[in-house]
């Protein structure tokens, strides 16, 4: 497959970080080559010139949890159908999860998911690998080996499934240490969620449905943060969602434990009080959790204790969702509608700047997955992968207009005011006023 040559882009009147008067950037050979007030004077005639009204201007964003769904389920999503929805989202770089069908827990896997990604060409796709043979949490993978193939592999995790087994997950550390590559923890004792749909709390009680206690996410929190610490190794925990997870998440690092983690949109916005609909499309793992839980845990990105958004975004097709709550596919998407949701919850409330919330979408993530081209301060001589966003759009989320194959969006119907209207991946324009550009 040929590259296309880039071209030179001018992007018109946007604010970095929503700071001071607009200025102009001149993007050439996928980096930043001018900034300021009159870069657009240095542009050549045949430059691709965007107009772009005093947007906010960030770097583009990384979420270290995606679930692209293949191979095996390219009914649901595809690396191309979610690449296409990350650009939309202002994403440039994602991590692709490892429990595909087969799961990525080899280097044949995992080395076809990045070729994929590159051809698709529309945002960095990192493919995931297992930590476990087949997910099973029994025999680990040949982590050395997917790290040293093409796709040179990160981030290592069973998420979907909890390495639960403590001497295994010791293993893991100890191994992915001497790697230099991090475990990501779907951190779920499977002992206590044993039939669980729902939050277990006074909703699920009152709704009849089975509970999955912050017990089972905490202890595994608490645990792998004690097996970090001695293994000297370092950990991240997937999808935190409990007030509890805030608190020990506060005491590991205060230990000086090399521990990082990621929260979702949906528990930032969303609680149980959903579940009274018996809507399936609210059912994920882990659940929707108390509305404390979520003030918590918004409060805990401000402060750094939890370093980054995440999406989980876990598309499913519209017969596993649209059923009686119980039986539903837990899991909702998100790459399309996480920066809407973080701007409206922590912008919109003063709790954050707009450089505060490209440390929790691009920066830190980008720290924590060890890229060096994403996440990088918005200069000249830069990489140019970017993110724009017009914070005044009156945007109403329908989720069969989505890009993302499935439509099992919590947010449909609902009007978000910011949106992403541009990505510049690698120099090149690949989404624009909600359209991907191949
Ligand atoms: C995810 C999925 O659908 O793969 N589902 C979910 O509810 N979050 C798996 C996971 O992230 O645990
Ligand atoms: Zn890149
Ligand atoms: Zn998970
Ligand atoms: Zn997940």
Redesign the pocket.
């Known amino acids: 497959m040929t590259v296309p040559e880039s071209p030179t882009l001018l992007l018109r009147r946007v604010r970095p970080y929503g700071e001071g008067d607009p200025v102009d950037v001149l993007i050439r050979d996928g980096r930043i080559a001018a900034l300021g007030p009159g870069a657009g004077e240095e542009a050549p005639a045949d430059a691709e010139v965007h107009d772009l009204d005093g947007a906010v201007l960030l770097p583009g964003f990384v979420d270290l949890h995606t679930h692209l769904r293949e191979p095996g389920r390219e009914d649901t999503e595809t690396i191309a159908s979610g690449s296409a929805a990350a650009a939309l989202g202002g994403y440039?770089?994602v991590f692709a999860m490892a429990n595909t069908q087969p799961p990525q827990d080899n280097q044949t896997v995992t080395d076809s998911v990045w070729r994929i990604g590159r051809e698709v060409g529309l945002c960095?796709v990192h493919p995931v690998g297992a930590v476990t043979v087949g997910l099973k949490g029994e025999q680990l993978t040949e982590m050395g080996q997917m790290a040293d193939g093409a796709a040179k592999v990160k981030i290592f995790s069973d998420d979907g499934m909890c390495v639960y087994d403590p001497l295994v997950m010791r293993r893991a550390l100890e191994y992915s240490a001497g790697l230099g590559v991090l475990i990501a923890q779907h951190a779920e004792e499977p002992r206590l969620t044993r039939g669980a749909v729902a939050h277990e709390g006074p909703t699920a009680a009152r709704l009849g449905l089975t509970g999955w206690p912050r017990s089972a996410e905490e202890s595994i929190v608490a645990r792998d943060a004690i097996l970090a610490r001695d293994a000297g190794a370092r950990v991240h925990i997937c999808h935190a969602s409990t007030t509890g997870t805030v608190e020990l998440l506060a005491w590991a690092k205060s230990q000086g434990i090399s521990i990082t983690a990621e929260v979702t949109p949906h528990h930032l916005l969303l609680d149980d009080s959903r579940l009274e609909t018996y809507d399936g499309v609210y059912r994920v793992n882990p659940p929707l959790r108390e509305a404390h839980d979520a003030r918590a845990l918004r409060e805990a990105l401000v402060s750094g204790v939890i370093d980054c958004v995440a999406t989980d975004h876990a598309p499913h097709a519209a017969q596993e969702k649209c059923c009686e709550f119980a039986a539903a596919r837990p899991g909702m998407l998100g790459l399309e509608t996480a920066l809407p949701i973080v701007a409206a919850l922590l912008i919109d409330s003063g709790d954050m700047t707009w450089r505060d919330l490209a440390r929790v979408m691009s920066v830190r993530p980008a720290e924590i997955a060890g890229?060096t081209?994403?996440g990088r301060p918005i200069e000249v001589g830069e990489?140019a992968?970017l993110a724009v966003v017009d914070p005044d759009s009156s945007w109403t989320v329908i989720g069969e207009d989505l890009a993302s194959l499935s439509a099992n969006t919590p947010y449909e119907g609902m009007t978000f005011a910011a949106r992403v209207v541009g990505t510049v991946y690698?120099g090149r324009m690949t989404s624009r006023d909600g359209k991907a550009l191949a």
Do not use: I, M, R, S
């Open positions: 440039t770089a960095d890229l081209d994403q990489p992968n690698h």
